[in-house]
């Protein structure tokens, strides 16, 4: 059965302390691994999609990483306006393009 | 990037009353688009996928006769919560695929329902 597992749940980090957030997936055929940023009351924005083991994405503090097995969104020396909650998905091969969701990891940034 | 617009933001009906929401692509053509629906500190709950031009694909436990979907073209869909009850309050959320960005989704911002 695909999967997504999201840990941790919740992230507490002082400005400027560099962390990682994890994202475990089983899948048939992976197609994608999608990561997206959702704020309170509103619609999750787009962040990043990879899409074979090994490839690497970067926007501004954010990186995220894929292997086989799991993806990792890296987030250096972050900000309070990153404070949101941080969900991935992945595409299966055999799917309607439908996305399978972690319960997303609640990050909050301390001034 | 994508952008995908839904309206309303936000609606309070009265019970038995049915709601549209409409979703919208702005700057591509969505060959499918999707509908979520997200409980409070919950993560997004697939409703239902639709393909331009096609009848909606339900996901299970979802009423297609309660929850009306319409695909008539490449940059808009509806959803239409007909004979609405309290328990439908929720915060429903739009997504269009972009085949050339990659096929993935792009999401609205979202419309909460309240049903009274």
């Known amino acids: 059965e695909d999967q997504v597992t999201q840990s941790p749940e919740a992230l507490r980090l002082q400005e400027g302390e560099s962390s990682s957030l994890n994202c475990s997936y089983t899948?048939?055929?992976?197609?994608?691994l999608f990561w997206y940023r959702q704020d309170p009351g509103k619609g999750p924005e787009f962040l990043f999609t990879l899409y074979s083991a090994g490839e690497e994405k970067e926007k501004e503090r954010l990186k995220a990483t894929l292997t086989k097995k799991e993806s990792f969104l890296h987030i250096t020396a972050p900000k309070p306006e990153d404070s949101a909650t941080y969900l991935c998905a992945v595409q299966a091969m055999d799917s309607n393009y439908q996305l399978i969701w972690g319960a997303g990891t609640k990050l909050i940034i301390k001034p | 990037g994508a952008v995908v617009s839904q309206h309303p933001s936000w609606v309070i009906c009265k019970s038995g009353t049915s709601v549209k929401i409409e979703c919208r692509s702005l700057?591509?053509?969505?060959?499918?688009m999707f509908w979520y629906r997200q409980f409070p500190k919950q993560s997004l709950m697939l409703m239902a996928t639709?393909?331009?031009?096609?009848?909606?694909?339900?996901e299970q436990g979802v009423e297609k006769d309660k929850f009306l979907i319409n695909h008539a073209s490449l940059t808009l869909s509806t959803l239409t919560v007909t004979s609405a009850h309290p328990e439908d309050s929720s915060f429903y959320i739009c997504?269009?695929?972009?085949?050339?960005?990659?096929?993935?989704?792009?999401f609205g911002p979202g419309t909460r329902l309240t049903v009274l």
């Open positions: 700057d591509f053509q969505a060959t499918t």
């Open positions: 639709s393909n331009e031009g096609s009848k909606a694909t339900y």
């Open positions: 997504s269009a695929r972009d085949p050339y960005r990659g096929d993935t989704q792009y």
């Open positions: 899948v048939s055929g992976l197609r994608g």
